[in-house]
């Protein structure tokens, strides 16, 4: 059975950085695409970044770009998401899915992905 699990998650100040992984289990990473999801309270879940089986091909909403990095290491199974000044906006519950159908050439809505993990929790304080 393939798993994934985020980690990484934390509270800091406006500006700060974390970095989130994605963890999959059960299967090699170089298969799957991948991609990180965001709920904000009250709020429904939207697409933060993806990234391709095999890595060559990144995506990222407007509203991360230029801030956050997505990359991938085959070696650990793991994605990770560098996100970098932090807004309070970037407050949420940040999600991983993970999908092996064929890769739709942009970042996949979330009914492509066929497993998830539970989230991992960012809060970003003003």
């Known amino acids: 059975e393939v798993q994934v699990v985020e980690s990484g998650g934390g509270s800091v100040q406006a500006g700060g950085s974390l970095r989130l992984s994605c963890t999959v289990s059960?299967?090699?990473?170089?298969?799957?695409?991948i991609g990180w999801f965001r709920q904000a309270p009250g709020k429904k879940r939207v697409g933060v970044s993806c990234?391709?089986?095999?890595?060559?091909?990144?995506y990222y909403a407007d509203s991360v770009k230029g801030r956050f990095t997505i990359s991938g290491d085959n070696a650990k199974n793991t994605v990770y998401l560098q996100m970098n000044g932090l807004e309070p906006d970037d407050t949420a519950v940040y999600y991983c899915?993970?999908?092996?159908?064929?890769?739709?050439?942009?970042?996949?809505?979330?009914?492509?992905?066929?497993?998830w993990g539970q989230g991992t929790e960012v809060t970003v304080a003003s």
């Open positions: 899915g993970a999908g092996w159908s064929l890769w739709p050439g942009a970042c996949p809505s979330e009914d492509w992905y066929d497993t």
């Open positions: 059960g299967s090699t990473l170089d298969v799957y695409g």
């Open positions: 990234i391709s089986s095999g890595g060559d091909r990144t």
